[in-house]
Structures are given as C-alpha cells and as structure tokens.
C-alpha cells in the first residue's frame, strides 16, 4: 500500500530578512554613505575540484576534494583580480561610490575579494563582506542596500532581486545564465567570463546602469513580481504531479 503524501504551504522566491538586519550597511560601514558598489566575485580558475588524498590547506575545499592549481592558472586568477581592481577604482572615481567586495561563499570566494582590495588603489573605499561573518539574513541585507550589483555568484542575483537591485552577471555556470534569461537579462546584461572584450563591455554596462538605474529597477520589480506568483504556484504543481503518478495527496 502506497503511504500518502501530504502537500502543505505556499513557496515563495522571496527571502525576508530579519528585522534587526534592515539598514545593516548603514550601521556597519557609516563611511559609504555615498553609495555602494557591490562584486560578488568567484575566481574561475580554481575550479572544478580534484581529489587529492592530501595537498596544501589552503587549496583544500573539503577533503579529499581540493582546488584546481597551476602557475598558469594562478597567474589567471592574478590576472582577473587586477581586472576587478581596476574596474572598482573607476567606480570610486566616476561615480563616488563605495565597493562592497562580497563573498558569497567564504572558501573560495574571500582570498580573491581581500586580493581584490589589496590591488585597489583606493583600497580606502573598499571593504569585504564575508559569509564567513555574516548570516544569511544579513548578507542579503547587504546586496539588498547596493546601488549596483556585479556578481558571478547565483545566489546573490537571486537575493538582490527584492530591492529591485539593477545588476550585471559575468557567468562562468549554467545556474546563472539560467536566471539571467528568466528574469530577461541575458542578452544584455550577462557576459561570459572568458569573453575577450570583458572589462570594456563590464565598463560600458555599469556607466549606463549608473547614469540611469530607474528603468532596470522597474524591470526588475516587475520580474520579481512575476517570480513571487510563478513560485506560489509550486503547491498546485507538486499536487498534480503526484496525482498523475498515482499518489494520494492529503492537503
């Protein structure tokens, strides 16, 4: 005899943060009151993973699995920290703004933020946000108080979109560009991490985005709006798809 299977709430994609966690960036780093720019970064080069049965601690990602390395990767890896750096620094000096370099995940993510910083030439102006630090509820405060996001981290896209946070993708994995033409944003807005023209292009789409947020903001209110009612549908989904292999669903 097959056991029922009961079907109860509603999902929605949507993330609410605490309310002790609302205004966090403005408690924490008063300084950026002009506004903040925020990179959720993610080195490529150090992935996919490889087992080891031992290496260095610090290329360890979770025994017996650690990071890709080579002299050409890590020169790679140098290579696209000067190319953040570089772009932060032109923030700082067009548009005023702060850089909020985050790290989603704090392993493999952090040594290239705090690498990041350090190549600034307004260093100052810049300062890293952890996961390691930061509960989930505040780092989504945090993306959620940006002028701007730019962000290889699925995640944080994803978090971001409830303050109608105007964002810029450089993908390196499916789940991203996945979301970016979900919500509509991968033909303009999404560039490959290995794309030749990636900092030109990166340039370009932040100085529009700043000059003028208000039209992305609406599109993307809109396309939360529209995911927020697609997720609520999930219940009624998972019912019928279990009615129609034979389950008894109890709601």
């Given amino acids: 005899m097959t056991a029922p299977i009961i079907v109860t709430g509603d999902t929605a994609f949507t993330f609410r943060t605490n309310p002790g966690d609302e205004g966090l960036m403005t408690r924490i780093w008063p300084e950026a009151s002009s506004g903040v720019v925020g990179f959720a970064v993610v080195d490529f080069n150090?992935?996919?993973?490889?087992?080891?049965?031992?290496?260095?601690?610090?290329?360890?990602?979770?025994?017996?699995?650690?990071?890709?390395?080579?002299?050409e990767r890590r020169r790679k890896t140098e290579d696209l920290a000067k190319g953040y750096a570089a772009e932060a620094?032109?923030?700082?000096?067009?548009?005023?703004?702060?850089?909020?370099?985050?790290?989603?995940?704090?392993?493999?993510?952090?040594?290239?933020?705090?690498?990041?910083?350090?190549?600034?030439?307004?260093?100052?102006?810049?300062?890293?946000?952890?996961?390691?630090?930061?509960?989930?509820?505040?780092?989504?405060?945090?993306?959620?108080?940006?002028?701007?996001?730019?962000?290889?981290?699925?995640?944080?896209?994803?978090?971001?979109?409830?303050?109608?946070?105007?964002?810029?993708?450089?993908?390196?994995?499916?789940?991203?560009?996945?979301?970016?033409?979900?919500?509509?944003?991968?033909?303009?807005?999404?560039?490959?991490?290995?794309?030749?023209?990636?900092?030109?292009?990166?340039?370009?789409?932040?100085d529009r985005l700043m000059a003028d947020p208000e039209p992305m903001r609406r599109f993307l209110r809109s396309k939360h709006e529209e995911q927020v009612s697609r997720a609520k549908m999930n219940r009624s989904v998972l019912r019928s798809f279990l009615k129609e292999r034979g389950w008894k669903v109890i709601d």
């Fill in 46 to 71: 150090i992935w996919p993973v490889v087992i080891r049965l031992w290496g260095a601690k610090g290329r360890r990602y979770r025994w017996p699995y650690y990071f890709s390395s080579s002299r």
């Fill in 89 to 206: 620094d032109r923030v700082v000096e067009r548009w005023g703004r702060s850089i909020a370099l985050i790290a989603m995940e704090a392993l493999p993510d952090e040594p290239l933020a705090t690498r990041v910083k350090n190549l600034m030439k307004h260093h100052d102006k810049a300062r890293v946000f952890s996961s390691d630090r930061y509960n989930a509820s505040q780092m989504t405060s945090i993306l959620r108080s940006l002028d701007l996001l730019i962000t290889s981290r699925y995640h944080a896209g994803v978090l971001s979109l409830g303050a109608n946070v105007p964002q810029i993708a450089i993908a390196h994995d499916y789940r991203l560009r996945d979301f970016y033409a979900d919500i509509g944003l991968k033909e303009e807005y999404l560039i490959e991490h290995d794309s030749p023209d990636l900092w030109q292009r990166l340039s370009d789409r932040v």
